[in-house]
C-alpha cells in the first residue's frame, strides 16, 4: 500500500490539481451553495464536522419543490462513488443521483443534504486518489 502522496500521483493529468468544488443549480437557473466537508485531495486531508453541522446557519435558498437539481463536479473523469443524502429527523436517507441530478423533495420547508465524492485507482479499487464531501441547504417552496 502506497503513501498518500505515491497515491496522489498515480492520479496523473486527468484530475485536477485543485480540489473540485461543486455548482450545484435548480433546472429554474438558481444556484445553491455548498459548503465544503472533508476530503483528501493532492496529498492533502481536512476534516470537518458533519453535513448538518457544517450548515448551522446557513441561509437556505428558495426552490420550488419537485424541482431537478444539478451537480457538476467539473472534472474530466467521472467519480466511481458519489453518495447523496437528505438529513430527515437527524437520519440519513440516500438520495437517487443519476446522470448528475436529483429529483428535489416534493415537501416545503428546508431540506439538508450531504454528499461523498470520491476517486479510486484504476489498477486498486482499494486505493482512493482523492475524495471530497459538501453539503448544502434547500427551502422547498410552492409555485405561486
Same mark, same amino acid.
Given at each position: ?7 496522489? *500521483? ?12 461543486? =455548482?450545484?443549480? @435548480? ?11 472533508? !476530503? ?6 481536512? /476534516?470537518?464536522?458533519? /453535513? ?16 431537478? $437539481?444539478?451537480?457538476?463536479?467539473? =472534472? ?18 440516500? $438520495? ?13 420547508? =428546508?431540506? !439538508? !443534504?450531504?454528499?461523498?465524492? /470520491?476517486? @479510486?485507482?484504476?489498477?486498486? @479499487?482499494?486505493?482512493?486518489?482523492? /475524495? =471530497? ?9 410552492? *409555485? *405561486?
Amino acid at each position: 500500500m502506497g503513501s498518500l502522496e505515491e497515491n496522489a *500521483k498515480e492520479s496523473g493529468p486527468n484530475l485536477p490539481q485543485e480540489l473540485p468544488t461543486p =455548482t450545484i443549480q @435548480s433546472e429554474s437557473g438558481i444556484s445553491i451553495p455548498a459548503v465544503q466537508g472533508s !476530503y483528501c485531495w493532492g496529498g492533502m486531508c481536512a /476534516d470537518y464536522a458533519g /453535513d448538518v453541522e457544517l450548515l448551522e446557519g446557513k441561509v437556505p435558498v428558495s426552490v420550488l419543490v419537485g424541482e431537478n $437539481i444539478s451537480i457538476n463536479l467539473s =472534472t474530466d473523469v467521472p467519480p466511481n462513488e458519489f453518495t447523496l443524502v437528505e438529513y430527515v429527523n437527524g437520519e440519513a436517507r440516500p $438520495i437517487s443521483f443519476r446522470e448528475g441530478s436529483f429529483q428535489f423533495a416534493q415537501e416545503k420547508g =428546508t431540506h !439538508y !443534504y450531504g454528499a461523498f465524492v /470520491d476517486w @479510486s485507482s484504476p489498477k486498486n @479499487s482499494q486505493v482512493s486518489l482523492g /475524495d =471530497t464531501s459538501f453539503a448544502f441547504v434547500i427551502r422547498g417552496v410552492e *409555485k *405561486k
